[in-house]
């Protein structure tokens, strides 16, 4: 891959997770439910963390990452993205959270597969992995939310 690609693909990756920080705050500036708050405020807090290791990337070049490796249940895969409203349901802030982790997710990976060096590859497929580790954990709410057990 060419420096200036490297470049490109990374400055990008910056913008989209700069998106993701203020669309979490948003929502946690509106969540009412302090659980609520809490979590987008942790996610709003890793996408800072992963904003700072790109940008250390892009002042270094591609270094080695580890993370643990992490399921993808595919439970938000075929929802409807609903609008982006003022007054959305917390339930609604949740789907557009988690296909908003899917796409990162997807960017990753492709980033990953067309990626010819073995420690840049690396370093998406782990960005990948953390992304697939968000969405997990914005499904696991959701189900509990959007399907709550009735006794």
Request: proline share 5%; charged share 30%.
């Amino acid at each position: 891959m060419k420096p200036e690609d490297y470049k490109k693909i990374i400055t990008n990756a910056i913008a989209k997770e700069v998106e993701a920080y203020t669309f979490y705050r948003s929502v946690s500036d509106r969540a009412k439910d302090p659980a609520m708050k809490s979590v987008f405020n942790e996610l709003a807090g890793e996408e800072t963390k992963h904003r700072e290791l790109l940008q250390g990337l892009l002042a270094r070049g591609p270094t080695t990452l580890k993370f643990d490796e992490a399921k993808d249940y595919k439970v938000g895969d075929s929802i409807k993205t609903p609008d982006l409203t003022p007054t959305m349901k917390p339930v609604d802030g949740l789907v557009v959270a988690i296909k908003r982790e899917l796409e990162a997710m997807q960017l990753y990976t492709g980033l990953a597969q067309a990626s010819k060096e073995a420690e840049q590859k690396k370093m998406f497929t782990e960005l990948a992995t953390m992304e697939r580790g968000h969405k997990a954990r914005l499904e696991d709410i959701y189900t509990n939310m959007a399907f709550p057990e009735a006794w």
